[in-house]
C-alpha cells in the first residue's frame, strides 16, 4: 500500500510533537516545533478533503445561480447566470476547482447583491438559502481542533 500524503503529514505531525518537541529547549524553539506540527495537521486534513469540499461547493453555488434566474431582473446577470448554472467541475486538480471557485463567488456576490434590492417571497426564499449556503460552507472549512 502507497501513504497517502495526508497520512505521510500526519505521521511527521506526531513525529515533531512526540518525538522532536520533548528533545528542544522549552520556549520559542519548542513552541514553534508544536506549531510547524499542528500546521502539518491542518495540512493534511485540507489535502485529504480538499477537491471533495470544493467540488460540492461550486455544486452548491451553481445550484443557487440557476435559482436565482427566477428571480433576477437584469437581463445581463441572468444570462451570466444561467451560463455559469451550466457550467461543470471537469478538471478536478485543486487549483482549477479554486479558480471555477473564485468565479462562482464572485458571481455569487453580485447576484445576492441583486436579490437584496428585489421584493417578494421568491427573493426572500433565495436569500435564506444564500445565506444557509455561506453557513454550511464555512462549517465544512473548518479545520479540525
Do not use: C, K
Request: net charge negative; proline share 3%.
Amino acid at each position: 500500500m502507497t501513504p497517502s500524503a495526508s497520512n505521510a503529514l500526519r505521521t511527521l505531525m506526531m513525529t515533531l510533537i512526540g518525538e522532536v518537541a520533548p528533545q528542544v529547549p522549552e520556549g520559542y524553539a519548542q513552541a514553534s516545533v508544536h506549531l510547524i506540527g499542528l500546521l502539518q495537521l491542518f495540512a493534511a486534513e485540507e489535502l485529504d478533503r480538499a477537491a471533495a469540499l470544493r467540488v460540492w461547493e461550486n455544486a452548491e453555488i451553481r445550484a443557487l445561480l440557476h435559482q436565482a434566474t427566477e428571480v433576477v431582473v437584469d437581463a445581463e446577470l441572468v444570462r451570466r447566470l444561467r451560463a455559469a448554472a451550466a457550467g461543470s467541475d471537469e478538471d478536478l486538480l485543486v487549483s482549477a476547482l479554486d479558480v471555477s471557485n473564485a468565479e462562482l463567488r464572485r458571481l455569487l456576490i453580485e447576484m445576492h447583491a441583486a436579490v437584496e434590492e428585489i421584493d417578494g417571497e421568491r427573493a426572500g426564499e433565495l436569500e435564506r438559502a444564500i445565506w444557509r449556503f455561506l453557513s454550511a460552507a464555512a462549517v465544512r472549512r473548518a479545520l479540525p481542533f
